[in-house]
């Protein structure tokens, strides 16, 4: 059965410390039989990756071999003679964009002179022919890079049924030999194209490889690093279409990343003090521009920045001596002229302004002192004006507060002005670090502070939340002193029984809250005082003394009705509980036209809130004078209390 899929291989070998690099880049687009389907996009991925690695400094051009339609004698001698040229200790890298094919488990290239109707013999077989590849290549580290199937079918008219990527031989290439197999998409899938031509996955793996990928902000990005930030970036571009996939034992070095190096040589440079205005304008200038842009003399000073940087021996005055001859010997602007060239003067030379790229964190306020980053080679004075971005300028200081929603990145433009009129432009970025924030302030207590409450078993509540809708815990902190003690950590929720409070006592406490990210908010010391003794009033219907009012102070109830008066005694001291309590009533009084007796009965209150109760119960009445001497009896009342 014949699969068809369209196929970049990239084949790029460890990037280590030894030996050099040597590269072929082959991109095919353009096909002499008519019936496949041309490819642009190949040819112009192949070209970007070229120049990515020559920019990158991965291979020097000497050591570069790029070519495009090839005939099929071309590919294979190009391939077979680039195998060879390696060395145990070289790094090779090849590079192929273009058709791809398969059949009985074979992978095959497709040069421009193909013949559709024998792929078999006009094509490249690359998974035979890596056998023999193998024996000839010496380095041991090989990362292969495989995109696939972005720009539709091979033979035009023809749809792709099934197409996949048979990736069995190359595992146990990855076995055998320790090669590493980064795949644009998983072995069902296939890979997409971008609107304006060329492949989401070698997009993204250019870029990454251009140092985005670098996670660790360490001098190199490590194939690990590359596969995660081209997998993230290739599946939201393609709505989860298309998943990279990554085949390897190994964690190689795929490219040197040295923009973060020179991110943190630029912004320890710029702290130095003592250093002339003209020297840091031109270190300013190497360590923003790429390598490939140095004259011979920056490269010089961009080494001297290097072991700056990398030494404590070397101080800034060691430097300044370092690249002195380089600066002041002959201007880097116009090296390779003849000396007796005459440099014509202007009456009035424009400002110069090189800010570099700031980091800030949110909520932190950034200030920059543009004196130190502009200079006038007139001596003029200077003015400064903001152009378009965020912060605002004060006389020769710039400031940027970044709330906790602001941009991740920020562009600032600034122009400096002399007093002839004659300006020019600075243009910075700001990076603006996430910081995660403390919680809020604990607030709204319950009990309110300095509140009076009855002698029950009572439930402290607050509230609090976090700004980052980070989960909480609380710390609770209560007793009788104004430095309570720690009585529960690490706690959940917003609110806490402490159980029965004693009467005429004042409590205190607090809670500080805890985001589980190190940081934490107290709340304030709050208090509340609780009563010597109750007293409540209910209105209720007895059985069977009738409707009435009962004023009870604290286990005594002295009730008044029509036509009964009565005195209890409540074994159940008022107002114990939380939510409610039982209690038991004994007492004794004239009940109506029945006349005296002594009530006893049984009964739950249930406390509404602190103040408002209802109350009901049942029991027993004992007439001392009476046909019937035992009665029934019960109540039911609701009531309000007062703490005293």
């Not at 005939?71 to 791809?100: C, N, P, V």
């Not at 996949?164 to 990855?174: A, D, G, P, V």
């Not at 949110?362 to 920059?368: E, N, R, S, T, Y």
Request: aromatic share 12%; glycine share 10%.
């Amino acid at each position: 059965m014949k699969k068809i899929f369209l196929l970049t291989i990239i084949i790029i070998t460890a990037i280590t410390m030894l030996g050099e690099t040597k590269a072929l880049v082959i991109g095919v687009g353009e096909y002499q039989d008519e019936t496949i389907t041309d490819l642009p996009g190949a040819i112009k991925d192949a070209e970007q990756f070229k120049e990515t690695i020559l920019s990158l400094g991965i291979v020097e051009e000497d050591n570069l071999t790029y070519i495009t339609n090839p005939s099929l004698a071309q590919m294979t001698s190009q391939i077979f003679d680039w195998a060879r040229k390696g060395e145990k200790t070289d790094k090779l890298i090849f590079y192929y964009a273009g058709h791809g094919y398969t059949k009985d488990g074979n992978t095959y290239l497709i040069p421009s002179d193909v013949d559709s109707e024998y792929i078999d013999y006009t094509g490249y077989n690359f998974t035979k022919n890596m056998e023999v590849l193998t024996k000839e290549i010496k380095t041991e580290d090989v990362l292969i890079i495989m995109d696939a199937c972005y720009s539709g079918s091979l033979i035009k008219d023809r749809p792709i049924e099934n197409p996949r990527i048979e990736k069995s031989s190359i595992e146990q290439i990855t076995k055998e030999k320790g090669y590493s197999f980064l795949f644009s998409s998983e072995p069902e899938e296939t890979s997409l194209e971008m609107a304006e031509g060329g492949g989401w996955f070698t997009h993204y793996l250019i870029e990454g490889m251009k140092g985005k990928a670098n996670k660790d902000e360490d001098e190199y990005v490590e194939l690990k690093e590359l596969y995660e930030y081209t997998k993230e970036q290739v599946e939201k571009a393609t709505n989860d279409k298309q998943h990279p996939m990554l085949i390897s034992e190994r964690n190689i070095e795929v490219a040197k990343d040295m923009t973060t190096l020179y991110e943190k040589i630029l912004t320890e440079i710029i702290k130095e003090e003592g250093i002339p205005f003209d020297y840091l304008v031109n270190y300013m200038k190497i360590l923003k521009q790429t390598e490939n842009q140095d004259t011979k003399k920056e490269k010089e000073i961009r080494e001297a920045l290097i072991k700056w940087y990398s030494s404590e021996d070397i101080d800034t005055k060691m430097l300044e001596i370092m690249t002195q001859n380089i600066l002041e010997g002959k201007d880097m602007e116009q090296e390779g002229k003849e000396k007796d060239e005459k440099i014509p003067t202007k009456e009035n030379q424009p400002p110069v302004i090189l800010i570099p790229d700031m980091r800030v964190d949110m909520g932190k306020i950034l200030v920059i002192d543009l004196t130190r980053y502009a200079n006038d080679p007139d001596g003029d004075q200077l003015t400064f004006n903001m152009v378009d971005g965020v912060g605002y300028i004060e006389g020769n200081i710039y400031k940027y507060e970044p709330g906790y929603k602001a941009e991740k990145n920020n562009r600032v433009v600034i122009k400096a002005t002399d007093t002839n009129g004659t300006s020019a432009i600075g243009e910075f970025n700001i990076g603006v670090t996430k910081v995660n924030r403390p919680p809020d302030i604990p607030n709204t207590p319950t009990p309110a502070d300095n509140a009076s409450v009855l002698p029950y078993k009572k439930i402290l509540s607050w509230k609090c939340s976090d700004p980052d809708g980070d989960s909480l815990t609380y710390d609770i902190y209560f007793g009788t002193s104004k430095n309570p003690p720690l009585v529960k950590s690490n706690y959940e929720n917003t609110s806490y029984s402490i159980g029965n409070v004693q009467k005429n006592e004042t409590y205190y406490w607090k809670v500080v809250a805890k985001d589980g990210k190190g940081n934490t908010t107290s709340g304030p010391l709050w208090s509340f005082s609780s009563d010597k003794f109750e007293l409540g009033l209910s209105f209720g219907l007895g059985l069977p003394r009738g409707p009435g009012l009962k004023i009870e102070i604290r286990g005594f109830n002295i009730g008044v009705g029509f036509p009964s008066v009565f005195l209890e005694l409540s074994f159940k001291p008022f107002g114990r509980g939380n939510n409610g309590y039982f209690f038991t009533n004994i007492g004794g009084g004239i009940f109506g036209l029945p006349g005296g007796g002594i009530t006893v009965t049984f009964g739950y209150r249930w406390n509404i809130s602190e103040h408002f109760f209802l109350d009901i119960s049942g029991g027993i009445l004992f007439f001392f004078y009476n046909e019937t001497p035992v009665y029934p009896a019960g109540d039911l009342a609701i009531g309000w209390t007062w703490g005293l």
